[in-house]
């Protein structure tokens, strides 16, 4: 076996542990190779039925375009249901989180093992990752997961029971690879499944406002971003470090799931919607420029069409500026699964097109409130670039990538916005 590819399926988490692995590979002479590789390796998701449904649809891909390709199935599909993805036919090996670190030596054993290799993920694990260096192909803004798992038992999540408890990457790791970036890259973003708790593990239980502060006094990186943060983990500190930093990009990002109270009971969420609306209002108040977007649920399992009004009209009420949609996905193995009062797809379907018209028409509002104003973006590929407050920007003009630069919006653009163009004054 000398060459493999890697498929990576879902978050930034997985995205980071699928670098991790190519590094680990390649450490012992694995070259990456697209076109019929030795050996296939899906890094899975299965937050969703489906991600669930992409994993099958490739393991037939592979199997029809490479046939004497190895196939190996890691992710978090293949820790939720190994046996499931072990009798499709072509897999040879199926390898949850668990193990995930020792696919080098599985693929690489003189002798054949078995094809199932999962066990306890709650187990406690190395911190496994790598910087992914350019997740969406702009070459910039590499994603830095600096914690994993969680400790929270949302009702509707099967994340904890696929990628454990909740842990931290050293603080001198994390300072090291972000100064390592910041030769090459203007921002680095920062990301975790619980990002906010990074620390809590550790033994100095070091809080992660300290930990920016630290990468902020002791690298150059020009701009941090943080990914998803849980609401109540936004302390004053945080937002007060944020607001005060130009170097930490203007954006909170903070899961909701829903606006009903009822609802947030029922889904075993850590706060009731005027605890949220506390922390959204003060990052507004000391960032009115800032980015604020949430992920939103619909159709959770009893939401009534008084529940659903309910959350509608508080994220209407409140400072937003995009949110993720997403739409209920029953996942075996988790509480609201069982449930016996499932919303029906169209509902659901219906539900999650009313939030995405709301999430338009904020985003509609707060470009509109940026035309005129000047911008700090970091360029990407060709004329794009993304501002500090999360909008995509039509430059006036191509620039190099991985520029911090200010522009002047005059215009909205689809999407984000468009900088100004300056004519040349002609003599
Ligand atoms: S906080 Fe809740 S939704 Fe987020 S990963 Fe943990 S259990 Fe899942």
């Known amino acids: 076996m000398r060459t493999y590819s890697i498929h990576n399926f879902g978050c930034r988490a997985t995205q980071a542990d699928g670098s991790a692995l190519a590094s680990a590979l390649e450490a012992r002479g694995l070259t990456p190779e697209s076109d019929a590789p030795d050996l296939v390796i899906l890094n899975t998701c299965t937050v969703t039925a489906a991600a669930d449904a992409d994993v099958h649809k490739m393991v037939h891909r592979v199997r029809r375009e490479n046939p004497a390709g190895r196939i190996l199935v890691t992710g978090c599909y293949a820790q939720r249901a190994p046996e499931e993805l072990a009798k499709l036919a072509g897999v ?57 798992g969680c400790n929270n038992r949302c009702s509707f999540c099967i994340i ?33 499944i ?11 239980g070091r809080q992660f406002a300290r930990l ?31 607001a005060e930093s130009p170097r930490i990009a203007r954006h909170v990002h903070a899961p909701l799931q829903s606006g009903s109270d009822t609802v947030l009971r029922r889904m075993y969420r850590k706060y009731r919607p005027r605890h949220y609306e506390d922390r959204i209002r003060r990052a507004h108040a000391l960032m009115p420029d800032a980015a604020i977007g949430a992920d939103v649920m619909v159709g959770f399992p009893g939401e009534t069409e ?26 075996p193995g988790t509480r609201a699964a069982d449930s016996a009062a499932p919303v029906p797809m169209e509902v659901r379907k219906e539900r999650n097109r009313i939030l995405r018209e709301l999430s338009a028409a904020k985003n509609l509002a707060f ?55 300056l004519l040349p004054v002609l003599a």
């Open 92 to 148: 040879d090996w199926v390898v949850g989180n668990s193990h995930k670190t020792q696919i080098p030596e599985i693929v690489l054993a003189p002798t054949y093992h078995g094809q199932i290799t999962v066990g306890e993920v709650s187990a406690p694990q190395d911190f496994f990752s790598l910087p992914i260096l350019d997740p969406s192909g702009e070459r910039s803004r590499p994603n830095l997961k600096i914690q994993d």
């Open 367 to 421: 470009r509109q409130s940026l035309v005129g104003k000047t911008l700090s973006v970091v360029t990407l590929a060709g004329d794009k670039a993304l501002s500090s407050n999360y909008v995509p920007v039509k430059l006036g003009h191509h620039r190099p990538a991985n520029q911090l630069v200010d522009i002047r919006v005059d215009a909205l653009a689809d999407p984000g916005v468009r900088e100004a163009v």
């Open 212 to 242: 920016l502060r630290d990468i902020l006094a002791r690298t150059s990186i020009s701009r941090l971003r943080l990914s998803s943060i849980e609401p109540m983990d936004f302390s004053d500190d945080l937002l007060a470090l944020m």
């Open 194 to 204: 619980n990002l906010g708790r990074w620390g809590r593990d550790l033994a100095t």
């Open 306 to 331: 008084a529940e659903f009004e309910e959350s509608r009209q508080f994220i209407a009420s409140l400072p937003f500026t995009y949110l993720h949609v997403f739409t209920y996905s029953e996942r």
């Open 160 to 192: 904890p029971s696929v990628r454990g408890r909740s842990r931290s990457a050293q603080p001198e790791w994390v300072i090291e690879q972000v100064s390592r970036l910041s030769r090459d890259y203007r921002e680095v973003v920062l990301t975790g």
